[in-house]
């Protein structure tokens, strides 16, 4: 058989990709001079089988061991999440090349690294429980690294949150092999048992941060460091939500109920990151938004969830040298133009300026939505200008001398600019324009941009106006009990929804 | 059918006391100890699974034929009723992987915790959860 080599070697390239992270991860605790180099050699990795898949070389199904064993899928799906992983981790390595890092902080971001490269790729029920426990152990280890007494509590609440919904997704796991006698996705798509599929909703749901689900999402991405941060926000997140929309292509039931959840989701993040005074914080609120709308089409959410990603982790990796994290008074302080540059760039990405990837996004979004759907996400968007409108107009520090930071106290003072956070803008401004051309009606989109950014500002204007006795105050939501009250409600509200 | 019901409304009152005791409980110990119930009532589930099929553990002995031997069936009566009875194995294998992964979970936890008991040794939710308050 001529065909048969090529493919057994193709799948060995894919076993020995997803190994690769693991391998190295075990190799830097025996050689920590390497660790850096072996970090970037796994993204590399990852990303050239994100360009291999793209280009169609790799088989699209990979099973191991037959019937009963894992299966993998690596399809253009796959493709923009890998990316995404490629770049956050990179970019987090290279930020931090020149600066001393806590112990095992490399070995945890390769581990995190693969699981979340399998998260992508698996198409079994077990598998995604496993690969999803790795990330959620890895994050709750990195978010530990800084070591204080607040980071304790924070990273405990996560992952006692974390294994508690992903023993409900065992549940609904057994359910699905009792009914159809398999683990497999396509299994879950015949199972009767609405049960099942609320139970594997309640732990993806979570992971993915999204609705009342995602509440423990802002303080856990806000207290974490800021490498921390960019990589939970940028695409620990999307480890829930590819498998999500995964699952809503093949299971027609989940859908509507996705679409809902999503856009209450981006309702609700939108509401808390206008009221919220402070800055990491009301980026972490914007990822909870943004997360709702990358769940709203299954098409265009691998690229949306990638342009997010990338600019979410370019402002997280920036909020390290933020003058201060209060957004009283923003405007009167002046910020090095190696923050503000990228935190213009960044920010403008997610709103969707023109020709940035969020635009590209943003117009695959609405493309692949019905009318209703499109107007409520533009009012979305319209809604995230007014978010984000509130970092800009910080004066532009015009001293070249390097400013010091503000975790790095009486250290070596820090380069102006960072090499990572300038490949994640490259690579945002990479993205759109590459995707602009094949937009369907280019004048069209760039006018209703034009639109919602006028809007937005608008917006802001209004709310700012509206702050000033701290009238617009909402409830605190997320103390452990209402989390885990939060889980309950969403579970019983599924079996409800799913159950008419 | 009805042992296996009886055994099913057993797991799911175990699940559900388990998340009780996560919601109500104010210690934060006895949080994780509830988890760990809502993870043992999950075990079972998976042993109750595999065994809906029959009890005999399906392991392929040199002496007589296993679940996948082809002889079974035209052996003798007894030996084909009972060729019937095999526990299904792919509950168990999976659960195996479930079950180190929440002794490792666990076992994270309860570090926390005891670093957390220097800054309060009763372990009360109040003394840390400050919600959204920093």
Known sequence: MP???????????????????FLAAFLAAVLPPLARWLALLCCLATAAVAVAIQLGSLPVNVDLLGAYGVALKTDAFAVPFLLLNALVCSAVVIDS??????????????????????????????????????????????????RSDRSLWVALRYLLIGNTVMTLFLIGAA?????????????VAGTTSIAALALLLVGLLMKSGLFLS???????HAEAPAEVSALLSGVVVTAGIAPLLRLSCGVPALGPVITGIGLASAVLGLVFALADADAKRLLAWSTLSQMGLVALSPVAGGFYALSHGTAKA???????????????????????????WPLCIGSLSIVGLPPLAGFAAKTDLSGALSLPLEVAVTLVSMGTVAVYARFWGAPLLHRTAPVVGLSSGGEAPEPAWSL??????????VMGSATLPSTASPFSAVAKSAM????????????????????????????????????????AGLLLILNR | MAPFRLLELLILGAVLAGFAG????????????????????????????????????????????????????????????????????????????????????????????????????????????TGGQR
């Open chain 1, 3 to 21: 065909s048969f080599m090529p493919l057994l070697s193709a799948k060995g390239m894919v076993i020995a990709w997803l190994l690769l992270p």
């Open chain 1, 97 to 146: 090349w020149e600066r001393p890092l806590p112990g095992p902080f490399l070995l945890l971001l390769m581990v995190l690294h693969g699981g979340l490269s399998s998260a992508f790729v698996v198409m079994d029920l077990v598998s995604l429980y496993v690969t999803l426990e790795v990330v959620g152990i890895s994050a709750f280890l990195l978010i530990l690294i800084s």
């Open chain 1, 175 to 187: 359910l699905v092999y009792l009914e159809r006698g398999s683990f497999r996705f396509e299994a």
């Open chain 1, 214 to 220: 995602g509440l423990w999402l802002p303080v856990t």
């Open chain 1, 314 to 340: 370019v402002l997280f990796l920036v909020a390290r040298r933020f003058p201060g994290r209060a957004l009283q008074g923003w405007r009167e302080r002046p910020l090095p133009a190696g923050v503000w």
């Open chain 1, 420 to 429: 990572g956070v300038i490949l994640l803008v490259l690579a945002l401004v």
């Open chain 1, 452 to 491: 919602v950014l006028l809007g937005g500002w608008g917006l802001h204007t209004l709310v700012e106006g509206l702050r000033l006795p701290e009238r617009l105050r909402l409830p605190d939501l997320e103390g452990l009990s209402d989390l885990l009250g939060g889980i309950g409600v969403v579970g």
């Open chain 2, 22 to 129: 996560l919601l109500l409980r104010r210690n934060l110990f006895l949080k994780v100890m509830s988890m760990d119930v809502i993870g043992s009532a999950v075990v079972a589930l998976f042993v109750l699974v595999g065994a809906r099929s029959g009890l005999r553990s399906p392991i392929l002995s040199a002496a007589g034929p296993g679940p996948a031997g082809t002889g079974t069936a035209v052996a003798s009566a007894t030996d084909a009723a009972a060729a019937t009875a095999w526990a299904d194995p792919i509950p168990q294998a999976v659960i195996l992987t479930a079950i180190v992964i929440g002794l490792s979970i666990q076992a994270l936890l309860l570090v926390v915790i005891t670093r957390l008991s220097r800054i309060d040794p009763g372990l009360d939710l109040a003394s840390f959860d």
